[in-house]
């Protein structure tokens, strides 16, 4: 076992034997719900009948109506709360699949795997991803986190002093499994294919409680085999319009992702309001991939590998453990403490081949990857309410975070593109956050949201190829968010949010170590990092409208806008001979938003109509960065419109539904050498869900049922050499999806 594993090892022991023995107890089998607390009137009538020792008793029905508490509509920091139903309603295999259907959410892929999470339009850090509250490292995938493992998604669209202020897009947190029912046993069967692959998928959920003690398991497993071949082209076009180089290439690839999922949650009630919490995730990623990428020259000369193979393996380890403690004391006071660890190991292996078309090699060469990530992290939160409807938190975040990198080359055979062998560095990240928020409850209709968080963070990277290189920031962020609900008309209010987020820059945009592309060109430069950039700073302000009409019904209209100073872009040139790409900072950057959505049960517009349930919503993304000439000079490649339809139906033992969504694209100035062209995405996806009784259901889906390939394409022009335009196209298939799901 990896040393940086072994603290966790006493974890999962304890883990294990708390798991087995509540399982084999019998009082574990037969324990009940603990009855629901009722008011106080029902307390003493319920008293003072049953003292004549018992003989009467009183029943107590307790109902839910439309005022019940929705976070969505009665929280002053506005959230929306993706539940676990809507989570697993496809039966997606991955959560990015949940993610692309969540209004005002986009997962972008430039080939039709994995994919970048996008709110407002905008990814590349400026939409922040965590996971139980916490960023998860660089190297986590977040395509191998199962849906099965997660309660809840809660998606912040604006800043909350609680959480780190690196949100400018907004905030997306995962929540894994946390609910602990009594003695839950849960197995689902599941398998996929389609015309470019297919695999199985497993899940198994537990629970169960004894006494003052809980617990929860959620595990997964799957694997997806994928063989399919993409084509390209190169165009080169001089300054007179000649067309002075043409390529053709097919992109045939093999290979298989395999990923288990593992997340056990203890828990202990230590007294009343006194509970001690354990939270452990795992997480084991494995990729395969063997390509070739044979290259036609019609015009022009050749590039340096012709015909350029690869075979690549990647392994992914990680794991996180928790311990918190929460207690409430008399005064109404709470005090949240947390301490954590985590640790993520990545290892990788490529070996590229390419020789001339006579068959005369060009290149032979393996290079080995290490990557291993430590970290420690301790957060505290104490909480109470004051007089005059104020709910006054304070507490801190903080932690340290080393990744240590580790590359060795063996070239048997290279002609050009000559690299350092071996490269070792080390990152390490320290960061300390302290926050203050105010809930206050100004009137029955008004209430009001004030938060300051301030950030620091100190990053250190040092490299035997490089020099050491050091990066500060600090950030204040003050926020205002407030909720009015408008007297007299029963579900409009109104929500006003006033933020200052940032995004630092990444280990990787620092770190000056340079990432060699084989095939160098402008549109496949080498990459360095700038130890020199500063964190980008937003200024924003969100606004919207809520009318919720019936139960289950809404109407939601929102704009937005942010102002970011020391925008960073990537800046691609020629350093005499190489074509290279680096991150730098660049003037300001200016996005707005305005998001509309709908949701309602088709009977709050017609009477006896059937279980049908709509949904809708339309957001529109514009932004313009000030160093990069229009037209199109959009933010980060933004999504400039999404549309996303739903519904769902249900009849007897039958529950069936679909989603549509659609992405337009087209032309993006990048900078003032770079252009990109994203084509338009239309999504199809459907489902049904057949109960045969309490415990056995079977669920059927269907994705991306347009079958619509992926495609990537992008241009570096300049008026002394002209233009360099490169297009891929990954093929894509329709899904299949079968799972079974068993109570027992």
Not at 48 to 54: F, K, N, V, Y
Not at 73 to 98: F, Q
Not at 268 to 291: C, E, I
């Amino acid at each position: 076992m990896s040393p940086v594993f072994r603290p966790f090892r006493m974890t999962a022991l304890a883990a294990a034997i708390s798991l087995c023995l509540p399982a084999l107890s019998a009082s574990a089998q037969q324990a009940k719900t603990p009855p629901a607390t009722a008011t106080k009137a029902e307390a003493s009538k319920a008293q003072a009948s049953g003292s004549d020792g018992g003989k009467n008793i009183t029943q107590v029905e307790v109902k839910g109506t439309a005022d019940t508490y929705d976070p969505r509509r009665d929280d002053t920091a506005t959230k929306v709360v993706v539940s676990s139903e809507e989570i697993t309603k496809y039966g997606d295999t991955n959560v990015l699949d949940v993610l692309k259907r969540v209004p005002g959410i986009t997962v972008n892929s430039s080939n039709g795997r994995g994919g970048e999470i996008r709110m407002r339009g905008l990814g590349a850090g400026y939409t922040q991803i965590l996971v139980n509250g916490e960023r998860a490292p660089a190297g986590f995938s977040m395509d191998s986190l199962a849906p099965d493992s997660i309660e809840r998604i809660e998606v912040l669209r604006a800043a909350s002093a609680e959480f780190s202020t690196q949100s400018v897009a907004g905030t997306i947190n995962i929540i894994l499994k946390r609910a602990v029912r009594n003695r839950l046993r849960e197995l689902k069967l599941a398998a996929q294919g389609s015309s470019n692959g297919y695999g199985p998928n497993a899940n198994l959920q537990m629970s169960d409680r004894d006494g003052g003690f809980s617990y929860s398991i959620s595990a997964n497993a799957m694997q997806d085999r994928f063989e399919f071949e993409s084509s390209g082209e190169e165009r080169g076009v001089a300054p007179n319009g000649n067309t002075t180089m043409l390529r053709t290439m097919v992109l045939p690839q093999k290979g298989e992702m395999s990923v288990i999922n593992l997340s056990p949650r203890l828990n202990w009630t230590l007294g009343q309001d006194n509970t001690l919490t354990s939270q452990t995730f795992v997480n084991s990623h494995r990729f395969k991939n063997r390509f070739r990428q044979p290259t036609t020259t019609l015009i022009g000369p050749p590039p340096p590998f012709p015909d350029l193979a690869n075979a690549f393996e990647a392994r992914n380890q990680f794991l996180r453990s928790d311990l918190s403690w929460a207690r409430k004391f008399e005064s109404g006071a709470k005090l949240d403490l947390k301490v954590g660890a985590q640790a993520l190991r990545n290892d990788s292996s490529s070996h590229r081949t390419a020789a001339t078309t006579a068959g005369v090699p060009l290149l032979d060469t393996t290079s080995e990857l290490e990557g291993r990530d430590r970290g420690v992290n301790s957060t505290g939160k104490y909480s109470r309410t004051i007089e005059k409807g104020h709910t006054f938190a304070f507490g801190w975040d903080g932690g340290i975070d080393t990744r240590d990198d580790e590359r060795n080359d063996t070239n048997r055979v290279r002609v050009s593109g000559n690299v350092p062998l071996y490269e070792v560095s080390e990152a390490r990240v320290k960061r300390l956050a302290v926050f203050a928020q105010d809930e206050w409850n100004i009137t029955p209709a008004w209430s009001m949201y004030l938060g300051a968080r301030w950030e620091g963070i100190r990053t250190r990277v040092t490299g035997n190829t490089f020099e050491r290189g050091e990066s500060s920031s600090n950030v204040w962020s003050p926020i205002m968010q407030t909720l009015y609900k408008i007297p007299g008309r029963k579900g409009d209010q109104l929500r006003l949010a006033l933020t200052r987020t940032y995004k630092a820059p990444g280990v990787g945009s620092l770190t000056p170590r340079r990432q060699v592309s084989e095939n160098n060109s402008s549109t496949e430069p080498d990459y360095r990092g700038n130890p020199n950039l500063k964190p980008e700073l937003a200024t924003g302000i969100d606004a919207a409208w809520e009318h919720y009409w019936a139960e289950g019904a809404l109407l939601s209209v929102s704009v937005s806008q942010r102002r970011i100073s020391d925008f960073t872009r990537n800046l691609t040139y020629f350093d005499g001979e190489r074509w290279i790409q680096t991150p730098s900072n660049q003037d300001s950057a200016t996005t707005r938003s305005l998001e509309i959505e709908t949701k309602f049960p088709l009977k709050a517009v017609m009477k006896d109509a059937p279980a049908v349930d709509l949904r809708a919503s339309v957001n529109r993304n514009w932004s313009r960065v000030e160093s990069v000439p229009g037209p199109n000079n959009r933010l980060d490649q933004q999504t400039p419109l999404t549309v996303n339809l739903g519904a769902d139906y249900k009849v007897g033992a039958l529950t069936t539904g679909g989603s549509f969504a659609y992405r337009r694209g087209g032309p993006v100035r990048v900078s003032v050498n770079q252009r990109a062209h994203v084509i338009p995405r239309r999504e199809l996806d459907m489902y049904a869900l057949w109960k045969f009784d309490a415990q056995r259901q079977l669920r059927l889906a269907v994705s991306n049922m347009t079958s619509q390939d992926f495609v990537n394409e992008n241009t570096y022009e300049d008026a002394r050499f002209g233009s360099q335009t490169r297009r891929f196209v990954f093929p894509q298939g329709v899904r299949y999806r079968l799972t079974y799901e068993l109570k027992f």
